[in-house]
């Protein structure tokens, strides 16, 4: 049983079009995230859910909206896709603590063409 | 500014030998977590390893280990005996503060295993 799953696992759009990445997990965690890793590989944080409550919101377009429909899972919506989203997204879950590692999912590899 | 530093780009590795990725980190809160993650080319995060700021051990986890040197503000990564399952890139992050959930990466360090 995996424990956060994403899907798609790779997404092509052309410019314009809007899409969904969906996420969830079954480890029970209370707090979600959505992460950008860039073609450098550098990560950066996008939003975080705890609990189906928005937490962090970095500086993202607003044509980014997350939605968690419960704590077990956090979709990504984005509209108007430009060549710049073109990146792979990740969605990870952690417990309440300090001391827990993020669970991340295996990754969404969107190209915008 | 960055609060993860790695200076490493890159690495090659024998295998069978250890290698030292460096890490060094920046925060004003007392109160923090370093974390090791992985990412083979097959591009999933793993994690391998969690230091805590009031920690007065060094953190071990099989294979992996971490030289916290809190003074210096690093938190190296060591793997022992590479194999060549540990091709990959190595990202250091940091959680400060008991109540702030963000993960700050740095720009990571790939390592190359030779057989």
């Known amino acids: 049983d995996t424990a956060v799953s994403q899907t798609p696992k790779y997404l092509v759009t052309q410019m314009g079009n809007d899409k969904s990445i969906k996420c969830e997990q079954n480890l029970g965690h209370d707090t979600m995230y959505w992460y950008k890793q860039d073609s450098k590989k550098f990560l950066k944080i996008m939003f975080s859910y705890n609990n189906k409550e928005l937490i962090i919101n970095e500086t993202v377009p607003n044509r980014f909206s997350p939605k968690s429909p419960d704590k077990a899972h956090l979709n990504l919506h984005i509209n108007s896709l430009e060549l710049g989203d073109s990146a792979v997204y990740f969605c990870?879950?952690?417990?309440?603590?300090?001391?827990?590692?993020?669970?991340f999912g295996s990754g969404t590899r969107l190209t915008v063409v | 500014a960055q609060k993860i530093t790695q200076t490493q780009p890159g690495m090659f590795v024998q295998e069978k030998e250890a290698v030292t990725l460096d890490c060094t980190y920046d925060?004003?809160?007392?109160?923090?977590?370093l974390f090791w993650y992985k990412q083979p080319s097959s591009g999933e995060m793993i994690f391998l390893i969690y230091?805590?700021?009031?920690?007065?051990q060094n953190a071990t986890e099989g294979r992996y280990s971490l030289n916290f040197q809190k003074a210096r503000k690093s938190a190296n990564l060591v793997i022992s005996a590479s194999q060549l399952g540990d091709s990959a890139m190595y990202f250091c992050a940091m959680r400060e503060g008991l109540y702030d959930y963000k993960l700050s990466f740095g720009a990571g360090t790939t390592v190359t295993v030779r057989a």
């Open positions: 990870a879950s952690s417990p309440e603590g300090q001391g827990y590692g993020y669970t």
């Open positions: 925060t004003s809160d007392p109160s923090y977590g």
């Open positions: 230091q805590g700021s009031y920690d007065q």
